[in-house]
């Protein structure tokens, strides 16, 4: 479980889990996202291109980069509050494998809540080569111990 006091500034992880992008991620999530853009679905359009073939939304890879340091970072949120300083480092294409890392940058009681506070953390998601492919910061507001007592 993670709570508000599980986390101190300048603390550092990595994640376990890793996931592989595949053409279903790639192409059923940005159709129904409506992104049109034929990098993610037309391998003509792209064989062409410096990246040789089809690349992942990069909204995909920070989903999934987010996704893989939740249960370590927001398993007890109450809400997620803000994503900002977003950046799409290197391409993703079919095939790849995400890792992800984390730091905690800050931590700070939540304006007129006794029973979370919020904790700012940065992420990076990068291939198994090092390669970091997504960076970005994220808000989540933390349910505190001391109002949340921790079930069996």
């Given at each position: 479980m993670t709570r508000f006091e599980d986390f101190k500034p300048g603390e550092?992880?990595?994640h376990a889990r890793g996931?592989?992008?595949t053409d279903v991620e790639g192409q059923l999530l940005s159709k129904l996202v409506m992104n049109s853009a034929q990098a993610h679905f037309n391998d003509d359009a792209m064989a062409g291109t410096?990246?040789?073939r089809r690349i992942v939304f990069g909204l995909l890879s920070a989903?999934?980069?987010i996704g893989l340091a939740t249960q370590d970072t927001a398993e007890d949120a109450i809400a997620e509050v803000a994503l900002d300083r977003l950046r799409f480092r290197a391409p993703v294409v079919h095939g790849d494998t995400l890792y992800a890392a984390t730091e905690v940058l800050a931590t700070e009681p939540a304006p007129d809540r006794e029973d979370a506070g919020l904790v700012r953390?940065?992420?990076w998601g990068f291939k198994p080569d090092g390669t970091v492919v997504f960076e970005g910061e994220r808000t989540v507001l933390l349910k505190r111990a001391s109002h949340h007592p921790?079930?069996?």
């Open positions: 550092r992880m990595r996931c592989t992008m410096p990246f040789g989903s999934v980069t953390f940065k992420h921790r079930e069996i």
